[in-house]
């Protein structure tokens, strides 16, 4: 009964990002072999600044990543628990205190949104899987803990997971 709507409401989401963001796969987005985790999962590797999602034919798309500036970084275990296209942000105390002259919110699709075009936000605390405003940043140690990916890339994966999908990050 309410599976069409979701349809619907999701299909409506994936035009609205193709209209404003252009979809073109990124460069270094690849297939590779992997079979280090559960097929439907995204595995981060920090220190290779690469996020996985395995795909369940024994390869997973690799995608390169900006991720947690030095004492920024995390490792452990969490899910998606919410999606979001062109998201406002509202920088965290810790970022608004490093940086004061900030807005309390940022407009989603606005160019100086960190998010880019879309955010899964992860379960547990203020981190996001999000693309970027910066795409020069993509392959360095340059956030305060979130995942940075190509907007082409958060468009991408966008499509391919849901909420609960399980998230692994390792150093």
């Not at 709507?5 to 990002?17: K, Y």
């Not at 920024?72 to 004061?100: C, H, M, N, T």
């Not at 919110?105 to 899964?120: C, E, K, Q, R």
């Amino acid at each position: 009964m309410f599976a069409i709507p979701r349809l619907v409401f999701f299909f409506v989401q994936l035009l609205c990002l193709a209209a404003i963001w252009d979809t073109t796969p990124a460069v270094a987005r690849e297939f590779i072999a992997f079979a280090e985790a559960p097929p439907g999962t995204i595995v981060v590797r920090t220190s290779e600044r690469r996020l996985y999602y395995v795909d369940g034919n024994g390869r997973a798309i690799r995608y390169p990543v900006g991720v947690g500036k030095k004492g920024k970084q995390w490792q452990g275990e969490s899910f998606i628990d919410g999606k979001y296209v062109q998201p406002a942000w509202s920088p965290p105390l810790e970022i608004r205190l490093e940086k004061p002259n900030l807005p309390s919110v940022i407009p989603g699709g606005s160019p100086s949104n960190p998010m880019g075009a879309a955010a899964m936000t992860l379960a547990g605390g203020e981190y996001a899987i999000h693309g970027t405003n910066a795409p020069g940043s993509i392959g360095g140690f340059v956030s305060y803990g979130c995942i940075r990916m190509y907007n082409q890339d958060i468009v991408d994966l966008f499509s391919r997971v849901q909420v609960g999908t399980r998230v692994i990050v390792t150093q």
